[in-house]
């Protein structure tokens, strides 16, 4: 990856826009570079000046006598591309452009920033930006500091990634106030050639990297995301702050589908999928690296609470519980030698409170018996400080308590004056101390939740042998030749829809199309007895609002009455033209009604949900969503998170159904989206969940198609 | 309220244990009194000291020259109540009790603690504690610091009551470094006497005072502060941290009404009823606080977000969405007059993002035209600090444009390093500054809620003049009667179950009793059929467990047989005197079924709830929930928690059920809780919702009556 190299370990970079003025951005990116020691050669670009910031100044990228391996552009936009083919021809291999006017304005500045990319990849440059913040490397070895920023972060190990300069410019001061160290630091600004995926890859290989975070404002290839990130987050911790959770992203739903599959949802399952830690704020990025960073992953969700005071022992306990930990009891050795030392009246239950009397070696003897039990995986220590113990001492003790363990240990020392001194001290020694026990609890919680996942199986993306995707293909040709224009959806007919499902192994109720009452009937005496009867339209998507349904039937003259009264009513509404006829299909009374969906998310690809018939989707929205593609595991959890669930496992008696068909149906649904990139919406509803090992079947379906989709990453098949 | 007088404004104050000793308790309180400049006399006694802290130092309470008003006392536990003594005698009129060893460690304690309040009452005297941090009064008039807490806080406008003194010292500390300004502050320790409801009422009347802040662990009368908080929290806010949320305050939950109202709900539940705003963390508790001090309450959810970055700006927005408040564009207006001094790029969409390139001036105009904007409720403005514009300059146009606003303004300026400044200068003007852009937007949040809360109409508590309680009292007794000890719990007859409910107005289906197969025959005769045979025993109460239950039975010779089967089962399994019998009711087939219940919270209090029988209580937990005392009001919220309301309403074309009678049936549930406190648990299931205007009726029901209920506060009438 030598590209990233220049990038991130440059020997030379040029400045091209720096400038004597200060207070410019041109002026700042060149002190920067200077002030924090970048240990290459950086060349100020500047056709009108003899120096900058006393270095020499070069009148073009051509002039600078050495080959520049890095260049920084910060020049009005409208001269960046000619600044980028000069790049170019002098052999730079990789950019950073800062400027802003290009895709984020629209128009103009997208034909730019399309220009900037072609001409940079034929010349095999790497671009960060534009409009960004720029790039960081603080290894003392580089100490490369390629951005406006005014802070320079502490050395260490952590990745990170933000979309939003200003907010970058933000974490690079918390991080330093907090003291959080930085390996590399990018902004990608417009992503117009690097993107988030493009860097995870980066710090996975990055010996120098252990955690990666992320501030994102949106997802460029979403398909690939849940691939790398799924990947890169089994072996480093990648936290991220997803904004754009609300309005934003919404799209105008036109089904039960869409509406219910929102964007958030899709970002969460996204998310969990991959083993990306979403927190909801930039303060809980902060806390959870923090921890993260300085601390081992908790092995399990069992948090000991030590503490000198009541309350706050009680806050952390409640915070924790709300989050998803648990409080076990030490074992009985434990409060046995907790009892030994403790007064009285102190509690070895859980929180653990030694009350006020407690010394420093109280917590040091405490601190050392809780870690070494078996029942116990982190420990969240509170301090307050009372009229004698010195918050020094007892920070020092729980140092010296916690030596040698290798799980989790943070603080909560109340009060903020007492803090600081002590929190230094601890910081030293890696144990980190948060203002507020809830703080502290909330930040242990997703440590564990990472833990967690890291635990979970990994599962594995599934394939099926009986795919029959050509006759799945045909069937969505067909209907795209309906199309007017390229970009026009169109609704597949229902044979195709039985074509598409039957193709990918999904049962669906045998069905007749007929076109005149008679036809009707004959169908019906083809399928056998009851049946259903229910309108063929293109134009009618909503079949029940024109009383286009009409179910058990029992004879070939029900049947016949039913296409007349269904012909006469749309006739009586001037809708006589949007009738094709109608289509006959076998009654399926048994089962419980299932609605599987999947539908294209501009931000997202295909999102595929579940959730039961009726009032559990309609009204109670009791459904699990996840991003194409699905790992088998997936689909587990998705099953599993119905509230309804115990309807189909044998809720009060009844007989359980076929939740492992209705499984299969999930993962071949998966398959198919996979295999069909035009798949706008799909919709069954209902699919009837029979008794086990009867199957599922699909009753009735929509599926819709469409040439050009939306804002549609590059589709490739699942390897 | 003369003793409460006594307490925070005492013209003379003794510290009875005040100590010569550095780093003891005794010495620090009487330290702190001197220190913090006490504008009264304070007198240390000690038997043991001529002097302390070079104060001429008492013997007793009983030496000192002059009259005490308040004494502190910080003597060993077994000293304190000979000291209360004295204090009685000497005619000292308030007390703090610093010392710990009573009611918290039970046993002897208690009676120690009970011995306290006993002697105190008798003459008169208000306690604070014991087991202690103290009291403060800020007021430099005053300048009271009767507590050990090493801060001595700013004074301001802001009550703070906490249960735990660690988390006192703690909130003091914090308060201080925020900049938060105290009036009085109490450290309510075991509350033997003076008590959460007693500060309420003193701060309500207090003029000093305009925000009340209270960390609580237990509410030691929920009746009584659910009518106190109510009237409070109407004139001034009242936030609290309430913990003890998780397993601590759970109870062995033995009916399905017990298991759902879990304790937090009603937590949650009382304070939302009171309108106090419940916060989850002690930041939270600051963070709004400030917002609430210092700005006016929100009129409404519409908030405008200003900004300088694109980043922070949605990130404020995504928190602003989540937490309930809405986004709306400005006006056409604003939109046009912001368009006239911003820069093309800018948006004046909402967030109205000014670019980078804003300048003081341009947030000062922002600022004033959207506070003007009647589209738009409170303004949150975001700066981060580019290159050039300082935020010292911005923080200053901010003020001046919101000058003579009367809209809630707050502001997030992002970077540590930016901000210190800056936020004095904001402060000093009042306008609360915070350091990310979630956190200001739920604290903005926060106060809406309150603010919407104040817009929410109170309603009122009921009554109804056709209750025949003398015959539910009737019922209850003779169910008592049977208790073989007072806090031995019964279960009602049915008949007298159905006495209680008629009692109260809530109709319940037509039943008889029989006792052998041709009485119930008999009476099923009479009912008229189909009707339904149900067990009688006093022993098992879950009927359907034994088939002690048969539905839609259509003649004599059905009923007879039912009563044969089920006297046939029983016998088989060995439990013939288990049966005392059987119920005939009618059938009862058409409604919609609905559970509601109530029981004792030994914490809370009667807890009533109501929810859709079936799955959505079992299954789904979809319940809502209050505590009683209810007014009107809460009956509505009730119904209009439940997701599953449209199936009461209306779904899908069916007709609307009786929803008046069963918002009736739960008023009159309420009353029937008031009236009877010796019911411990009482369920409807099912109550049966006919269509609109056709009634409700119970169609089974269990009433459970205990003469000693468990920690219950005195019951009275409700006036």
Same mark, same amino acid.
Request: charged residues 20%.
């Given at each position: 990856?030598?590209?990233?190299?220049?990038?991130?370990?440059?020997?030379?970079?040029?400045?091209?826009?720096?400038?004597?003025?200060?207070?410019?951005?041109?002026?700042?990116?060149?002190?920067?570079?200077?002030?924090?020691?970048?240990?290459?050669?950086?060349?100020?670009?500047?056709?009108?000046?003899?120096?900058?910031?006393?270095?020499?100044?070069?009148?073009?990228?051509?002039?600078?006598?050495?080959?520049?391996?890095?260049?920084?552009?910060?020049?009005?936009?409208?001269?960046?591309?000619?600044?980028?083919?000069?790049?170019?021809?002098?052999?730079?291999?990789?950019?950073?452009?800062?400027?802003?006017?290009?895709?984020?304005?629209?128009?103009?500045?997208?034909?730019?920033?399309?220009?900037?990319?072609?001409?940079?990849?034929?010349?095999?440059?790497?671009?960060?930006?534009?409009?960004?913040? #720029?790039?960081?490397?603080?290894?003392?070895?580089?100490?490369?500091?390629?951005?406006?920023?005014?802070?320079?972060?502490?050395? #260490?190990?952590?990745?990170?990634?933000?979309?939003?300069?200003?907010?970058?410019?933000?974490?690079?001061?918390?991080?330093?106030?907090?003291?959080?160290?930085?390996?590399?630091?990018?902004?990608?600004?417009?992503?117009?050639?690097?993107?988030?995926?493009?860097?995870?890859?980066?710090?996975?290989?990055?010996?120098?990297?252990?955690?990666?975070?992320?501030?994102?404002?949106?997802?460029?290839?979403?398909?690939?995301?849940?691939?790398?990130?799924?990947?890169?987050?089994?072996?480093?911790?990648?936290?991220?702050?997803?904004?754009?959770?609300?309005?934003?992203?919404?799209?105008?739903?036109?089904?039960?589908?869409?509406?219910?599959?929102?964007?958030?949802?899709?970002?969460?399952?996204?998310?969990?999928?991959?083993?990306?830690?979403?927190?909801?704020?930039?303060?809980?990025?902060?806390?959870?690296?923090?921890?993260?960073?300085?601390?081992?992953?908790?092995?399990?969700?069992?948090?000991?609470?030590?503490?000198?005071?009541?309350?706050?022992?009680?806050?952390?306990?409640?915070?924790?519980?709300?989050?998803?930990?648990?409080?076990?009891?030490?074992?009985?050795?434990?409060?046995?030698?907790?009892?030994?030392?403790?007064?009285?009246?102190?509690?070895?239950?859980?929180?653990?409170?030694?009350?006020?009397?407690?010394?420093?070696?109280?917590?040091?003897?405490?601190?050392?018996?809780?870690?070494?039990?078996?029942?116990?995986?982190?420990?969240?220590?509170?301090?307050?400080?009372?009229?004698?113990?010195?918050?020094?001492?007892?920070?020092?003790?729980?140092?010296?308590?916690?030596?040698?363990?290798?799980?989790?240990?943070?603080?909560?020392?109340?009060?903020?004056?007492?803090?600081?001194?002590?929190?230094?001290?601890?910081?030293?020694?890696?144990?980190?101390?948060?203002?507020?026990?809830?703080?502290?609890?909330?930040?242990?919680?997703?440590?564990?939740?990472?833990?967690?996942?890291?635990?979970?199986?990994?599962?594995?993306?599934?394939?099926?042998?009986?795919?029959?995707?050509?006759?799945?293909?045909?069937?969505?040709? #067909?209907?795209?030749?309906?199309?007017?224009?390229?970009?026009?959806?169109?609704?597949?007919?229902?044979?195709?829809?039985?074509?598409?499902?039957?193709?990918?192994?999904?049962?669906?109720?045998?069905?007749?199309?007929?076109?005149?009452?008679?036809?009707?009937?004959?169908?019906?005496?083809?399928?056998?007895?009851?049946?259903?009867?229910?309108? &063929?339209?293109?134009?009618?998507?909503?079949?029940?609002?024109?009383?286009?349904?009409?179910?058990?039937?029992?004879?070939?003259?029900?049947?016949?009455?039913?296409?007349?009264?269904?012909?006469?009513?749309?006739?009586?509404?001037?809708?006589?033209?949007?009738?094709?006829?109608?289509?006959?299909?076998? &009654?399926?009374?048994?089962?419980?009604?299932?609605?599987?969906?999947?539908?294209?998310?501009?931000?997202?690809?295909?999102?595929?949900?579940?959730?039961?018939?009726?009032?559990?989707?309609?009204?109670?929205?009791?459904?699990?969503?996840?991003?194409?593609?699905?790992?088998?595991?997936?689909?587990?959890?998705?099953?599993?998170?119905?509230?309804?669930?115990?309807?189909?496992?044998?809720?009060?008696?009844?007989?359980?159904?076929?939740?492992?068909?209705?499984?299969?149906?999930?993962?071949?649904?998966?398959?198919?989206?996979?295999?069909?990139?035009?798949?706008?919406?799909?919709?069954?509803?209902?699919?009837?969940?029979?008794?086990?090992?009867?199957?599922?079947?699909?009753?009735?379906?929509?599926?819709?198609?469409?040439?050009?989709?939306?804002?549609?990453?590059?589709?490739?098949?699942?390897?």
């Amino acid at each position: 990856m030598s590209s990233l190299q220049a990038l991130f370990s440059p020997r030379s970079v040029a400045v091209i826009g720096a400038s004597r003025t200060p207070g410019t951005i041109g002026n700042a990116i060149f002190n920067n570079l200077i002030r924090c020691g970048f240990a290459g050669v950086a060349y100020p670009v500047n056709p009108r000046a003899q120096a900058v910031l006393s270095v020499k100044a070069w009148p073009s990228i051509g002039a600078v006598p050495e080959p520049v391996d890095l260049a920084i552009i910060a020049l009005p936009a409208e001269q960046v591309n000619a600044a980028v083919r000069e790049c170019a021809e002098a052999g730079v291999q990789a950019l950073v452009v800062i400027s802003a006017g290009f895709k984020e304005g629209g128009g103009e500045g997208a034909v730019r920033e399309a220009e900037l990319v072609e001409v940079a990849r034929g010349a095999g440059m790497r671009v960060v930006g534009p409009n960004c913040l #720029g790039v960081i490397n603080a290894d003392p070895a580089v100490a490369l500091n390629a951005t406006f920023a005014p802070t320079w972060p502490h050395h #260490g190990r952590i990745g990170f990634l933000t979309q939003s300069g200003a907010l970058g410019v933000a974490i690079l001061d918390y991080g330093l106030e907090l003291g959080l160290g930085v390996s590399t630091f990018v902004s990608v600004g417009n992503k117009a050639d690097l993107s988030a995926n493009d860097m995870l890859e980066h710090w996975e290989q990055d010996a120098a990297t252990d955690i990666i975070l992320l501030y994102l404002e949106s997802f460029g290839n979403p398909r690939k995301f849940n691939k790398i990130a799924r990947r890169v987050a089994r072996r480093k911790p990648v936290l991220a702050v997803k904004s754009g959770r609300s309005a934003a992203g919404s799209r105008a739903a036109s089904s039960h589908t869409g509406s219910l599959a929102g964007v958030d949802v899709a970002a969460d399952a996204l998310f969990w999928q991959t083993g990306v830690l979403r927190v909801d704020t930039l303060e809980q990025l902060f806390n959870t690296a923090m921890l993260l960073a300085h601390q081992p992953i908790p092995r399990g969700p069992r948090v000991a609470i030590l503490t000198n005071a009541g309350g706050p022992g009680i806050l952390a306990a409640d915070a924790c519980e709300t989050f998803g930990l648990e409080l076990p009891s030490p074992s009985a050795e434990t409060q046995a030698a907790l009892r030994a030392f403790l007064p009285a009246e102190a509690s070895v239950a859980n929180p653990v409170d030694m009350i006020a009397s407690a010394s420093a070696s109280s917590y040091e003897q405490a601190v050392r018996l809780l870690l070494a039990d078996p029942a116990i995986d982190s420990l969240l220590v509170i301090f307050v400080p009372p009229i004698v113990t010195h918050p020094q001492e007892v920070a020092e003790a729980i140092l010296r308590g916690a030596r040698g363990s290798d799980k989790p240990v943070l603080c909560n020392f109340l009060g903020t004056h007492g803090i600081p001194e002590s929190l230094r001290s601890l910081k030293a020694g890696s144990i980190v101390s948060y203002a507020f026990p809830e703080t502290a609890a909330i930040s242990l919680a997703q440590a564990t939740r990472y833990g967690q996942w890291l635990q979970r199986p990994e599962g594995q993306s599934v394939e099926r042998d009986d795919l029959d995707a050509a006759s799945a293909r045909a069937a969505v040709e #067909g209907a795209l030749r309906r199309a007017a224009a390229e970009d026009e959806a169109v609704w597949l007919a229902p044979e195709e829809v039985e074509a598409v499902l039957r193709a990918y192994g999904i049962p669906t109720a045998r069905a007749l199309t007929a076109t005149t009452p008679e036809e009707a009937a004959a169908a019906a005496q083809r399928l056998g007895f009851p049946v259903a009867v229910k309108l &063929m339209s293109e134009t009618i998507t909503h079949k029940t609002e024109v009383q286009g349904v009409r179910l058990g039937l029992e004879s070939p003259e029900q049947v016949f009455d039913a296409f007349a009264g269904i012909a006469r009513r749309l006739a009586d509404r001037g809708q006589a033209d949007a009738m094709a006829g109608v289509v006959v299909q076998e &009654m399926v009374t048994e089962g419980v009604e299932v609605i599987l969906g999947a539908s294209l998310d501009p931000a997202f690809g295909p999102v595929l949900m579940v959730g039961l018939g009726g009032i559990h989707v309609e009204l109670l929205k009791d459904v699990s969503v996840r991003v194409h593609p699905l790992h088998d595991i997936d689909v587990d959890e998705m099953l599993g998170e119905l509230r309804a669930l115990p309807l189909l496992t044998g809720y009060r008696g009844q007989a359980p159904a076929d939740v492992p068909a209705l499984r299969e149906a999930l993962l071949r649904l998966d398959l198919l989206v996979r295999d069909l990139p035009e798949l706008v919406e799909l919709d069954i509803n209902p699919l009837k969940v029979r008794a086990a090992g009867q199957g599922v079947i699909a009753v009735d379906a929509r599926i819709c198609v469409q040439r050009t989709v939306p804002r549609r990453a590059p589709t490739r098949r699942h390897p």
